[in-house]
T-cell receptor, first 113, second 117 residues
Framework: AQRVTQPEKLLSVFKGAPVELKCNYS??????LFWYVQYSRQRLQLLLR??SRESIKGFTADLNKGETSFHLKKPFAQEEDSAMYYC???????????????FGQGTILTVHP | DTAVSQTPKYLVTQMGNDKSIKCEQN?????MYWYKQDSKKFLKIMFS???????INETVPNRFSPKSPDKAHLNLHINSLELGDSAVYFC????????????????FGPGTRLTVL
């Protein structure tokens, strides 16, 4: 079975400080990892995915298969980053969890001025 | 030009009633999903349809019955509503099954907040 754990329910930082949202996963095959974000009064939307290796809004996330982690990082947090962040895992083709997206519990990030 | 829409946005009803939530996507996607977000904001998949065919059914009580009349619509019907059904229900769609390709992003609707009294 696949599982995603976000150990921090709440995370508060000050503007300009570095931020790291932790995500650990459990999956026997080759997973695809995503970060989704939900800003206040907006719908859930994709922030980034591990295969793209891109930086979106200053955020990056590296898949560490040895530590089974996919932490989300940003060197300088902005107030507009305040939102709910979900880490998600999708099982690859041929796996028992093919076609299924499993979400972590979510982390509410608050960036103070 | 809304991509994924849900109706209603809010639904308040009594225990024992039957209700439906509708979802429509105009993105031309093959796959649609229903998720349940509980009071602790935990988001869990309920169903997935690919080309109108049920692909995923996650240990959901059979009081919940999804129906996909066509690829653009996935409705959720709930019979005999219970207090524990109170939650926010999200519909989503993706071009193809999550995991079917390396790029199967899911697009979410605004959610329907269901309150069972």
């Amino acid at each position: 079975a696949q599982r995603v754990t976000q150990p921090e329910k709440l995370l508060s930082v000050f503007k300009g400080a570095p931020v790291e949202l932790k995500c650990n996963y459990s999956y026997s095959g080759s997973p695809e990892l995503f970060w989704y974000v939900q800003y206040s009064r907006q719908r859930l939307q994709l922030l980034l995915r591990h295969i793209s290796r891109e930086s979106i809004k200053g955020f990056t996330a590296d898949l560490n298969k040895g530590e089974t982690s996919f932490h989300l990082k940003k060197p300088f947090a902005q107030e507009e980053d305040s939102a709910m962040y979900y880490c998600a895992l999708s099982g690859g083709a041929g796996g028992t969890s093919y076609g299924k997206l499993t979400f972590g519990q979510g982390t509410i990030l608050t960036v103070h001025p | 030009d809304t991509a994924v829409s849900q109706t209603p946005k809010y639904l308040v009803t009594q225990m024992g009633n039957d209700k439906s939530i509708k979802c429509e996507q105009n993105l031309g996607h093959d796959t649609m999903y229903w998720y349940k977000q509980d009071s602790k904001k935990f988001l869990k998949i309920m169903f997935s349809y690919n080309n109108k065919e049920l692909i995923i059914n996650e240990t959901v009580p059979n009081r919940f019955s999804p129906k996909s009349p066509d690829k653009a619509h996935l409705n959720l019907h709930i019979n005999s509503l219970e207090l524990g059904d109170s939650a926010v229900y999200f519909c989503a769609s993706s071009p193809r099954l999550a995991g079917a390709s390396l790029d199967a992003e899911q697009f979410f609707g605004p959610g329907t907040r269901l309150t069972v009294l």
